[in-house]
T-cell receptor, first 114, second 113 residues
Framework: DTAVSQTPKYLVTQMGNDKSIKCEQN?????MYWYKQDSKKFLKIMFS???????INETVPNRFSPKSPDKAHLNLHINSLELGDSAVYFC?????????????FGPGTRLTVT | AQSVTQLDSHVSVSEGTPVLLRCNYS??????LFWYVQHPNKGLQLLLK??????LVKGINGFEAEFKKSETSFHLTKPSAHMSDAAEYFC???????????FGAGTTVTVRA
């Protein structure tokens, strides 16, 4: 009964490939997020969806494309992978507003591009 | 715009001694503040949150934090460190007019036996 789950946990691939990361939450939240954590552990928001609508779209290369088929799922597709894309990607979910809008994070996907 | 400054990049303590992790923030609007912990190769776990109720907030695993508006600070403390507290800690701010969280750079805590 994991709250926020991500697959895969590890992803090793070569430059130029296309890959996807999947995220699912069973907390009944209406909002989901993708974060990138670099090698210095700095966390940066990439995207957010609220009820399948994109509400946060930070300055991210357009090789990155999120997709939210429903409120409980948010996937991240990356085209033409580059060495600099190597990082840990975290999915998170929350209510957008109200008293309980703290975010809950998944275990992360460690992407290594060689 | 909001920002978060964690004043120590690394804190080392002996087991059984107090832990203090310092965080200062700036925010144009009344913020909500959070502390998250990240153990090695794990996701982030919420320790505690401040959302304009009591200024002294108690969290999980014996941690607490005090919101001081006059000092724009939200320092995290624990009276007695345990080996399992060794981890990365993030101070996080969310202003009342935005969905986005701003993360501090993190503080690495090591606990000596």
């Amino acid at each position: 009964d994991t709250a926020v789950s991500q697959t895969p946990k590890y992803l090793v691939t070569q430059m130029g490939n296309d890959k996807s990361i999947k995220c699912e939450q069973n907390l009944g939240h209406d909002t989901m997020y993708w974060y990138k954590q670099d090698s210095k552990k700095f966390l940066k928001i990439m995207f957010s969806y609220n009820n399948k609508e994109l509400i946060i779209n930070e300055t991210v290369p357009n090789r990155f494309s999120p997709k939210s088929p429903d409120k409980a799922h948010l996937n991240l597709h990356i085209n033409s992978l580059e060495l600099g894309d190597s990082a840990v990607y975290f999915c998170a979910s929350s209510h957008l507003a109200g008293q309980t809008y703290e975010q809950y994070f998944g275990p992360g996907t460690r992407l290594t591009v060689t | 715009a909001q920002s978060v400054t964690q004043l120590d990049s690394h804190v080392s303590v002996s087991e059984g001694t107090p832990v203090l992790l310092r965080c200062n923030y700036s925010s144009s609007y009344s913020p909500s503040l959070f502390w998250y912990v990240q153990h090695p190769n794990k996701g982030l776990q919420l320790l505690l949150k401040y959302t304009s109720a009591a200024t002294l907030v108690k969290g999980i695993n014996g941690f607490e934090a005090e919101f001081k508006k006059s000092e724009t600070s939200f320092h995290l403390t624990k009276p007695s460190a345990h080996m399992s507290d060794a981890a990365e800690y993030f101070c996080v701010v969310r202003p009342s007019n935005d969905y986005k969280l701003s993360f501090g750079a993190g503080t690495t805590v090591t606990v000596r036996a």
